[in-house]
């Protein structure tokens, strides 16, 4: 038999007062009850809602198998993939005869119910310089070299890491910190073995990345399993470090050696 789950989602939208600015989100809670089956996804239940109480509830969702990054939402005050969290995990964790709360992504504006503007990230991502390797056809690196950043090809840009990092959703300093996501773009980039351009000075000045401090908040909620802060923020700290404060790189550079 189906037992019923009571979800209390933010149903809201944006008060937009100049044709590129956001104002204050204006919304509310609301409660819906809906029959869950076994099985069943945070997503699914999102659905349900749609199908029997409000058609006109604003989710985005398309391959519902946590590839395409696009249902993120913070569930119960985490942020996760709805089509990723299984109602089993919430109701275990929800205090019983409480609702389950969904809400959109705060660090980001809001568009309407649980969905929220992320064009920032495709701001941002024009401003990262492709790879700048070798014309020569008979490039020859290390298997290690190349296992290095496939690591980092398996973000499905979800944004949670970006909605999760303090920086960004408590300081709103999207102008001069990268975040956590395009940290790992980054530093894809920089370990590329094939590429020869050095974007030390722009992860340090352009980019921010000393606004970080090691929180680790983003790496443990990405749902690709992405070490976001042991394998690229870190590496690239320690690059920055030695760039700008290595008493044996500063010597280097003064004599002309480097």
Known sequence: MAKEVTFRVFRGNSVVWKSDSF??????MVDYTVEMDEGMVVLDVIHRIQSEHA?????RWN????????????????????????MEEIMNE???????????????????DLV???SWAY????KMVPVNGPKELDWNFKQEEADRIQEFRGCIECMLCVNTCHVLREHQMFDEFAGPRFFVRLAGLEM???????????IKEDFG???CNITRCCTEVCPAGISITDNAIIPLKERVVTEYYDPLAMIAKKIGIR
Do not use: W
């Not at 701001?123 to 024009?126: A, R, V």
């Open 192 to 202: 590329h073995p094939l590429d020869t351009k050095s974007r030390i000075p722009e």
């Open 123 to 126: 701001e941002m991502n024009k």
């Open 55 to 59: 058609p006109d509830l604003a989710c």
């Open 63 to 86: 391959c519902k198998a946590g590839k395409c990054g696009s249902c993120s939402a913070e569930v119960n005050g985490k942020a996760r993939l709805m089509c990723m969290t299984r």
């Open 23 to 28: 104002g204050d989100p204006i919304g509310q």
């Open 209 to 211: 990345i000393g606004y």
């Open 94 to 112: 929800t205090p019983e005869g409480q609702p389950v709360l969904v809400k959109p992504m705060q660090a980001f504006p809001l568009t309407k």
């Open 116 to 118: 929220t503007d992320t």
